[in-house]
């Protein structure tokens, strides 16, 4: 049972903290958007991002100029360096430190930001959540979102709920079970590896679906989020009050073609998780562990673990400051972790590409683009950017061009703060560096 008072707050929890940048930018209508999408086919991002791998060989940039594979390589801690010798104009910095901390941008826990694999800025913030819980209440829970035990660090540690950015670790240790051929690629039949759960409801257009449109988001499958968290039969609340949280996504319907209309859907997240599991023989929990968290130097982590004994894949990965900048900057390393090739190059560039280049392209609006569970955001004049977004104000922002990871966690889901940190990146850290070029 979770509290689900919400505040003005109207968008689903899980939709990667939308409400703090998207819905800003673009005034969309917050209702489940589905978009004809008129660029990349089925598999076009899988054989372009072959393709330009292939093609630029071994000095390939991947996502861009800046994405060097040379290190420096953090140990058990990143390397430290200054503003001033990175490039960044400190004073700049200084004054986004100051209204983080005044709570200009809301209830922020942390700020890291690294350029040339070396941290520049690194801010903890202190916040009271037991007033919090205090004055929104509900049943303690691992699914009640004002329960200081669970959010936004799990109890007597420093790993922080990642939300949906959840989605974005999980694509990548999907990627590398792509890699080494326990799936054979983003064309194989999604539902395949659901024959255990048969008989659910089925048709023609489940029957068509591919792997790479649960990636995109464009899975057909009929999720109902009018209005926001807070309504009862949003279907992420029935989702986390289900004891069986696979069934109950393959008992959806479709109301849409496969690989056609963008709608986000947490849903599609566990299925990929489970995906992933029935593909490797091992949880995505332990999954990630071997193959993912320690190549890289992740040694704690949490995983909420749903009813059905599932990794909840969806938003429920904790993961420290520091820790979640190793993801963004293996990325940003087009994979490769000293030396070693973690995740191909391939799934890198396929997974930040827009493979959904507008996820509402019937407004006038200023809208991102989508990936393989990565948000791409673009902006007119402004370097490419990657992310990783997750309810309350997780970001894990990655600009090849300028050698820069970016992590924000954050934990305000009430009310909405008067600046989003996600926002920052184009308002005030990209403009530190390019004052100084």
């Known amino acids: 049972m979770r509290n689900r008072g919400l505040g003005d707050i109207h968008l689903p929890r899980a939709m990667g903290g939308l409400e703090t940048w998207w819905s800003r930018i673009s005034e969309v209508d917050r209702r489940p958007v589905t978009p004809r999408i008129v660029g990349f086919g089925k598999s076009a991002a899988w054989a372009l991002a ?3 791998v292939g093609c630029a060989g071994s000095d390939a940039g991947g996502s861009g100029e800046g994405a060097a594979t040379s290190g420096p390589w953090p140990a058990e801690s990143w390397p430290v360096s200054t503003p001033v ?3 960044i104009d400190p004073e700049a910095l200084d004054s986004l430190v100051a209204d983080l901390e005044s709570g200009e941008y809301g209830l922020v826990d942390a700020f890291l930001l690294i350029r040339n694999g070396r941290v520049v800025a690194d801010h903890r913030f202190t916040q009271d959540y037991d007033s919090v819980f205090a004055l929104y209440g509900g049943e303690p829970g691992m699914y009640n979102y004002d329960d200081p035990a669970w959010h936004p660090y799990r109890e007597g ?3 922080h709920t990642l939300q949906s ?14 890699d080494e051929g326990f799936i054979p690629d983003v064309t194989v039949p999604a539902y395949s590896f659901f024959e255990s759960y048969e008989p659910y409801p089925t048709d023609a257009r489940k029957a068509a679906t591919t792997l790479e449109d649960f ?6 499958i009929a999720w109902r989020t009018e209005g926001g968290y807070a309504d009862e039969e949003h279907s992420t609340v029935l989702l986390e009050a289900s004891d069986a949280w696979i069934r109950f996504v393959l008992d959806q319907p479709t109301d849409t073609a496969p690989g056609v209309f963008y709608e986000y859907n947490d849903g599609v997240s566990v299925l990929l998780g489970k995906i992933l599991r029935e593909a490797t023989g091992q949880r995505a929990d332990a999954w990630a562990r071997e193959r993912l968290f320690e190549p890289i130097g992740i040694d704690e982590f949490y995983w909420k673990i749903t009813p059905d004994g599932e990794a909840d894949t969806e938003g429920g990965l904790y993961l420290a400051t520091h820790d979640l900048a190793r993801i963004g900057y293996l990325f940003l390393r087009n994979g490769e972790w000293d030396g070693q090739q ?11 590409a827009p493979v959904v280049p507008d996820v509402n392209p019937d407004n006038d609006g200023r809208d991102p683009g989508y990936g393989y569970q990565w ?10 950017v990657f992310m990783g977004n997750g309810y309350g104000g997780q970001f894990l922002q990655v600009v090849p061009e300028l050698d820069l990871v970016v992590v924000f966690n ?13 926002e920052a990146l184009w308002e005030r850290i990209i403009p530190a560096i390019r004052s100084q070029e």
Not at 215 to 220: F, Y
């Open 50 to 52: 072959a393709l330009m």
């Open 85 to 87: 010798a990175e490039g």
């Open 157 to 159: 540690t420093d790993l």
């Open 165 to 178: 950015v959840t989605k974005s670790v999980t694509s990548a240790a999907l990627g590398i079970a792509v």
């Open 215 to 220: 990636l995109t988001m464009r899975s057909g």
């Open 342 to 352: 973690v995740v191909s190059r391939e799934w890198v560039a396929a997974s930040t």
């Open 375 to 384: 948000w791409v955001p673009v902006r007119e004049g402004a370097p490419e």
């Open 410 to 422: 954050g934990w305000h889901h009430h009310e909405r703060p008067p600046r989003s940190t996600a």
